[in-house]
């Protein structure tokens, strides 16, 4: 069994009870320990997490075509061991997802996941304006010890609408993930293109995801902005 645990809250501990199996973004380890020896290995997965090979590969063409690819490496543990990952500095952020749970989040932003989460992407086709593309990657409670660990450039800011009912609108580029009680729980997408982005008058805000007072999610949201989306003005 598995633990995950946020340590400095720049990187994340791995505690392996017995032996177990965890996938992360590939590099990301930075230290371990064990008793008696090394008891864990890396392996690059060239596929993807699926135990079925035919998924595995379907999975990989479809990240790869959506731009939602993530260089993912196996760590198969043989005994009780505690592990140590981390990105660049970036801020990590743990979920334990319940069974049926879903989490919509960026490839970018995922640094870890137990096998008790299904991993796949879909097309959420509204993410023409952005950086994020046409699809987003899905990871989905599937057992009672179904960790997720994701990235965050800064200390992140959590929406929830779930007891206000409030509108929440959001910077695509600033998204991390989503989670709502309602399936998918995808944003609309608002856009305030006009005629003044023609002669350079845009406000840099031209675009938005938005989900409704009647739409219960919560929005994990970065302090930091990825580079993209339209920039549309004449000098």
Same mark, same amino acid.
């Given at each position: 069994? &598995?633990?995950?645990?946020?340590?400095?809250? @720049?990187?994340? +501990?791995?505690?392996?009870?017995?032996?177990?199996?965890?996938?992360? +973004?590939?590099?990301?380890?930075?230290?371990?320990?064990?008793?008696?020896?090394?008891?864990?290995?890396?392996?690059?997965? @060239?596929?993807? =997490?699926?135990?079925?090979?035919?998924?595995?590969? &379907?999975?990989? &063409?479809?990240?790869?075509?959506?731009?939602?690819? @993530?260089?993912?490496?196996?760590?198969?543990?043989?005994?009780? #061991?505690?592990?140590?990952?981390?990105?660049?500095?970036?801020?990590?952020? *743990?979920? +334990?997802?319940?069974?049926?749970?879903?989490?919509?989040?960026?490839?970018?932003?995922? @640094?870890?996941?137990?096998?008790?989460?299904?991993?796949? *992407?879909?097309?959420?086709?509204?993410?023409?304006? #952005?950086?994020?593309?046409?699809?987003?990657?899905?990871?989905?409670?599937?057992?009672?010890?179904?960790? *997720?660990?994701?990235?965050?450039?800064?200390?992140?800011?959590?929406?929830?609408?779930? !007891?206000?009912?409030?509108?929440?609108?959001? !910077?695509?580029?600033?998204?991390? /993930?989503?989670?709502?009680?309602?399936?998918?729980?995808?944003? $609309?997408?608002?856009?305030?293109?006009?005629? +003044?982005? &023609?002669?350079? $008058?845009?406000?840099?805000?031209?675009?938005?995801?938005?989900?409704?007072?009647?739409? =219960?999610?919560?929005?994990?949201? $970065? =302090? /930091?902005?990825?580079?993209?989306?339209?920039?549309?003005?004449?000098?």
């Amino acid at each position: 069994m &598995l633990n995950f645990e946020v340590i400095n809250e @720049l990187s994340l +501990k791995v505690t392996c009870t017995g032996s177990d199996v965890l996938f992360t +973004k590939a590099g990301a380890f930075i230290a371990g320990e064990s008793q008696g020896g090394k008891n864990y290995r890396f392996e690059k997965l @060239l596929l993807g =997490p699926q135990s079925n090979l035919m998924q595995a590969a &379907l999975g990989s &063409l479809t990240r790869r075509v959506t731009r939602e690819n @993530l260089p993912l490496m196996k760590v198969t543990m043989n005994g009780d #061991s505690v592990t140590y990952y981390a990105n660049h500095g970036q801020h990590v952020v *743990v979920y +334990k997802l319940a069974q049926g749970e879903i989490l919509s989040v960026e490839s970018e932003n995922i @640094l870890a996941f137990t096998q008790d989460c299904d991993y796949s *992407v879909r097309f959420i086709g509204c993410g023409i304006f #952005s950086q994020k593309g046409l699809a987003t990657s899905t990871l989905t409670g599937a057992g009672p010890n179904a960790y *997720v660990a994701v990235l965050s450039d800064g200390n992140p800011i959590a929406m929830d609408n779930t !007891d206000s009912h409030a509108t929440i609108s959001v !910077d695509p580029d600033a998204v991390i /993930c989503w989670m709502s009680r309602r399936g998918y729980g995808d944003p $609309q997408i608002r856009s305030d293109l006009s005629w +003044k982005n &023609l002669i350079g $008058q845009a406000s840099g805000e031209s675009y938005a995801y938005e989900w409704s007072g009647n739409e =219960p999610v919560c929005v994990l949201l $970065q =302090p /930091c902005e990825r580079s993209g989306g339209i920039r549309i003005g004449i000098d």
